[in-house]
């Protein structure tokens, strides 16, 4: 039998494929949500894509408070770079938004396209791209100045953290590295 080529989808899993066979067990609420939460992820990824353009390109939007444009606008006025690998380990890495490390102050911005959850949960998320610049360049969290953004539904939480809120992020992340580290060792 020749079988039929699906060269485009090589690599890819479908939501309701064979490789996540939960959702035979889903209701239909549940397999809707799912669909939605899915397509959600594709726009963000859009979103995001655009909003590196246009930063890198430095095209300014009307001012607005309006996610996306204050976003962008704060990007370029801070002159921050899109979508850079924060690294420590091939087990312990993310990719920040928009960073910028100017005059020993680190500003690390997060877009969030979704409309569902507070802004407050994605605060985490923040402070371990702060541990991961901190121990990637060897920087002191209590010898520079900190300012995180989440961008969500129109609104901007700033944060400054301090020493004490990113040293233990720091710790567990080198912890976690060494018991895996020997692990890997042992074999």
Known sequence: MQFKEHKRLEGLHAPFGA??????????????????SKKAQEMGTIYHLWAKQTIDLGIKQPRSEKTLYKYVNDAI???????????????????ADAISFKNNKLRIHDLKTGKVGKIESHVEQLLIYTALF????????????MELRVYKNDDVLIIEPTAEDILPIMDKIVHINKILDKIDEEG
């Open 134 to 145: 901190c121990l990637e360049y060897s920087k002191k969290p209590g010898d520079i100045e």
């Open 19 to 36: 490789s996540q066979s939960s959702w035979l067990r889903y209701s239909d609420e549940k397999i809707i949500d799912s669909y939605r």
């Open 77 to 95: 006025g801070f002159k921050m770079n899109t979508e850079v690998i924060l690294f420590y380990s091939p087990r312990s890495f993310g990719t």
